[in-house]
């Protein structure tokens, strides 16, 4: 399956699919790829007679056909996308179109937060003689690496620190990173910056420098317990900006590599970036820090108290204890 930076280019070079389905999860990759799609196939004159937006709950496979079988007038392509298509109740009649489509028509279908069922007719063929795209939702604990990407993407760089920041904020919702970004990019051109750091954050988009889920991950890391209390304390007084699910996500994946960083054969600086994927030398220090700080018995049972915490936040076994008595108590079994 192509990736959604390999579509772009492919569309951007202008080689259109006559049928792309861009279904999933995640609704950003898929509005992406449509607001490409409509800005690239016509040109401005053209797109009055030559481009059809239809919306899944108010049309039927027969209007879509009827649609996508027409010639373009005066344009190399028609371009038709149905929006919402996973509101059409009888989709899998497209099947019949797909078999066979039109070279100068392109159809776009918008199926969000949920997939075709790729056993049946309709999938299979738009493998076929289409693009078939699953938009999936990014893992949270990704989420800062996901940053560094889609920053670089747009010839920007970022600080570690700020990174996670700007995740802590927005977790992995990806249409208000866009807009949390674009909103920096402005300001950033206005100051000739092209670095993002935690400053820039902080002032711009609300979110602490001093304390943050970046921070308290350090302080674990050293076993700093006065740091670490007065972030939770921070959390506790700012719940809103600082959700137990988001820090719980960090904790866990930081005990989660730094068990692989045990069970890894290359202690080296290269041997352990290179097992837990990591692109600088920077993002390592925490988890150097975490092997002198922690036993590896003690990381194994470390995962397990933050897998009950994660319950227990969800009301799981929990009747009175409110997010800040749970991380309080996680933290002193991390600190002891």
């Known amino acids: 399956m192509m990736t959604y930076e390999e579509i772009c280019a492919e569309i951007g070079r202008r080689e259109f699919r006559p049928v792309y389905v861009l279904m999933g999860e995640e609704p950003y990759f898929i509005d992406q790829l449509t ?7 016509l040109k401005d004159e053209e797109r009055d007679f030559n481009q059809l937006v239809l919306y899944g709950a108010e049309t039927d496979a027969v209007q879509v056909i009827q649609a996508a079988r027409r010639y373009p007038m005066m344009a190399e392509h028609q371009l038709v996308v149905v929006r919402e298509a996973q509101q059409m109740r009888d989709i899998e009649t497209l099947a019949a179109y797909v078999k066979a489509p039109l070279a100068s028509t392109v159809l776009v279908l918008d199926y969000k937060y949920k997939t075709l069922d790729r056993r049946k007719k309709l999938a299979s063929l738009v493998e076929k003689n289409g693009l078939l795209f ?11 690496a996901f940053i560094t990407s889609f920053l670089a993407r747009r010839s920007l760089g970022i600080d570690a620190k700020a990174a996670q920041m700007l995740s802590d904020c927005v977790g992995n919702d990806l249409t208000r990173l866009d807009k949390e970004i674009s909103k920096l990019e402005i300001i950033m051109a206005q100051t000739g910056l092209k670095r993002l750091t935690p400053e820039l954050v902080e002032q711009h988009v609300g979110v602490s420098k001093e304390y943050n889920n970046f921070e308290l991950l350090k302080a674990v890391a050293a076993k700093d317990a006065l740091k670490a209390h007065r972030i939770i304390q921070y959390f506790h007084k700012n719940p809103k900006d600082n959700p137990i699910q988001a820090t719980l996500s960090v904790l866990f994946n930081y005990f989660s590599n730094l068990l692989i960083c045990y069970y890894t054969k290359d202690r080296s600086e290269a041997g352990l970036m290179a097992a837990l994927g990591l692109r600088g030398n920077f993002q390592l220090r925490d988890y150097t820090v975490g092997l002198r700080s922690y036993s590896a018995l003690k990381v194994f049972r470390l995962i397990s108290e933050i897998r009950l915490a994660d319950a227990q936040s969800k009301g ?19 600190l002891h």
């Open 316 to 334: 799981v076994g929990n009747a009175s204890m409110g997010s800040y008595d749970i991380l309080r108590e996680l933290l002193y079994k991390i």
């Open 35 to 41: 607001e490409q799609l409509l800005a690239t196939v």
């Open 134 to 144: 699953e938009s999936k939702k990014v893992p949270e604990y990704k989420m800062p």
